[in-house]
């Protein structure tokens, strides 16, 4: 199988098993009456363990497929790119929203809006600042 066949396997055998979760707690726990309680914890760590090895195995198998092309390292950037702008753009959303809580008086006793700012920052020091003084000394 093709690598971009196998992503597209993968990407929607995650919806296969979203859609079977949804259907178990919607269907099947409301019809046992297991909402609410403790008998339905073992679904979730089962299903939860599907997911981990689903997606652990494909990544795995993803990156066994695309590595032997010649195109790797353009992927392989073009992943990062893509990880430091969800980061960048995450960061600046919930650090901002973070100051504005601030001033209204909700407190983040947990810090990991300011943490997600701080690496938001770090993110674009490595993805913009750098390249840019890199070019700027040549």
């Known amino acids: 199988m093709k690598a971009f066949n196998f992503f597209l396997f993968w990407v929607f055998g995650f919806f296969l098993l979203l859609s ?13 009456e297991w909402n609410g ?10 299903w939860w363990g599907v997911v981990t090895i689903w997606f652990l195995s494909g990544s795995f198998t993803l990156f066994i497929k695309i590595r032997d092309q010649k195109n790797f ?21 919930l650090s901002t929203s973070h100051l504005g809580d601030n001033y209204m ?14 690496i938001s920052l770090i993110a674009f020091i490595i993805e913009y600042l750098i390249p840019k003084l890199k070019k700027l000394k040549s």
């Open 20 to 32: 079977i979760d949804l259907f178990i707690e919607g269907f099947v726990f409301e019809w046992l």
């Open 37 to 46: 309680t403790n008998k339905n914890d073992w679904f979730f760590a089962l």
């Open 73 to 93: 390292t353009v992927i392989l950037n073009l992943v990062k790119k893509i990880f430091y702008y969800f980061l960048l753009f995450t960061g600046i959303i």
């Open 105 to 118: 008086g909700v407190s983040d006793e947990e810090g990991y809006l300011f943490t997600i700012g701080i």
